[in-house]
């Protein structure tokens, strides 16, 4: 049986919780802005819970969340900055823990119709660029749509010459029941799955979509790479949200949290996934330390 790498939770509402400033349309940038320290100390509780992949905090460092302007101004030192104190908080750490580059959705989550090809590649590039030299792995998260995985996979084989693991992680439709497993976009799993498989990833993950769909996505994805006959990991990341309709506006509130994600109940649907053969599992929004301890714990 493959072991289980433990990933890390949910950053943004972790923040919140130790009352890190914290606001929309910023959301996890702002502490990142103003205080990377307690960045740091929400990696060290991941990794103190169990996690031995930390993700950058340059998830929402992108314009829909701080502007154009401060875009333009700060991405890189941003990023860099978000690079810098999860390697610190990996390397204070007797743990061998590696830190995976966020890639995050250009033009705001689960938005797979506000996607503009042309200015795709203007907004990834300096993030790829200034995350490169400080990262173990990526992690393309929370995709919606096909297209822009696959651009920016593109860009990331163009910019990063040390070809280091590549991860992508889609979150999937559950508003709605859908005849079989769907990205956002409408998209089925399977096409999704065959695809970046054919551009070469390490790595199919499920993230931000709730934990009762992900696991026919798991088995979707099992049967095209056993076709495929490709060396791919599987995993997992739910969040504990409620189910997002398609015209979701992330910037105009802070989504409600399940009450009934317990760390326990948390771990039951985990072991589903890992049973059907994940062996990448960890925790998205609102699924916090005392989650990810239990799963480090049990998996």
């Keep these: 049986m493959q072991s289980i790498t433990i990933l890390d939770g949910g950053m943004g509402r972790e923040l919140e919780r130790r009352g890190a400033p914290f606001k929309q349309p910023e959301w996890s940038a702002l502490a990142m802005m103003e205080a990377p320290e307690i960045v740091k100390d929400v990696h060290k509780a991941f990794i103190e819970a169990g996690s031995r992949v930390i993700t950058t905090n340059s998830y929402a460092l ?4 701080i502007g154009e302007d401060v875009f333009q101004q700060r991405v890189t030192e941003l990023v860099i900055e978000s690079a810098r104190v999860a390697r610190e908080a990996a390397n204070e750490s ?7 580059g966020s890639l995050a959705p250009l033009f705001g989550s689960y938005r797979a119709d506000l996607y503009e090809a042309d200015r795709a590649e203007q907004i990834a590039r300096p993030i790829i660029e200034a995350l490169a030299p ?3 792995l990526w992690l393309n ?17 163009e910019i990063d010459g040390q070809n280091k693991p590549y991860w992508v992680s889609f979150t999937l439709e559950d508003a709605e029941v859908t005849d079989q497993p769907r990205l956002r976009s409408g998209e089925t799993v399977k096409e999704a799955v ?4 054919k551009a070469g990833v390490n790595g199919i ?11 026919d996505a798991i088995q979707v994805a099992t049967s095209v790479l056993s076709d495929s006959n490709q060396p791919v990991q599987l995993g997992a990341y739910a969040n504990a949200f409620p189910p997002q309709p398609k015209d979701a506006t992330a910037n105009d509130g802070l989504d409600e949290l399940r009450d009934d994600l317990t760390p326990d109940s948390y771990l039951e649907w985990a072991q589903r996934w890992k049973e059907l ?12 330390p005392d989650h990810v301890k239990v799963l480090a714990k049990h998996l």
């Excluded at 992108?62 to 969340?65: L, R, Y």
């Excluded at 998260?141 to 084989?157: G, I, M, N, P, Y």
């Excluded at 993950?205 to 696991?215: G, H, M, R, V």
């Excluded at 053969?277 to 916090?288: E, S, Y």
């Design 141 to 157: 998260e929370t995709q919606s749509l096909l297209a822009e995985t696959l651009q920016v996979k593109a860009l990331v084989d």
């Design 194 to 197: 065959a695809a970046v498989t």
């Design 134 to 136: 400080h990262v173990d």
């Design 94 to 100: 007797d743990a061998d823990v590696k830190v995976a």
């Design 62 to 65: 992108v314009p829909f969340h």
């Design 205 to 215: 993950l499920f993230n931000c979509c709730q934990p009762e769909i992900i696991a």
């Design 277 to 288: 053969g994940a062996t990448l599992i960890g925790g998205c929004c609102g699924i916090g």
